[in-house]
């Protein structure tokens, strides 16, 4: 059974920093690509950013690009977003997901604040 835990999010100012952490079991990590997205109040879910199985390639969202990082680690089976420079449109509920099965953690939310 798929399942992912996400872990981090929290309360931080403009221009603070956080560091999500899924951690994930069920399946083989290191074979597949691993995604996060993020979903603000009223707003609908959004992809922020991919890393391929190996970690070779990522992709991101516009609005996050020099700002948000997605690494993995395949021997902890678990996929990081360090998102750093954090602005007030960030605030969102972020969600872990692996495209393969489909299957999504349950949240961590990320507020940011002054």
């Known amino acids: 059974q798929v399942q992912l835990v996400e872990s981090g999010g929290g309360l931080v100012q403009p221009g603070g920093s956080l560091r999500l952490s899924c951690a994930a079991s069920g399946f083989i990590f290191s074979w597949h690509t691993m995604n996060w997205y993020r979903q603000a109040p009223g707003k609908e879910r959004e992809l922020v950013a991919g890393i391929t199985s190996a970690g070779d390639s990522t992709s991101y969202v516009d609005s996050v690009k020099g700002r948000f990082t997605i690494s993995r680690d395949n021997v902890k089976n678990t996929v990081y977003l360090q998102m750093n420079s954090l602005k007030l449109e960030d605030t969102a509920v972020y969600y872990c997901?692996?495209?393969?099965?489909?299957?999504w953690g349950q949240g961590t939310q990320v507020t940011v604040s002054s």
């Open positions: 997901y692996v495209p393969r099965f489909g299957s």
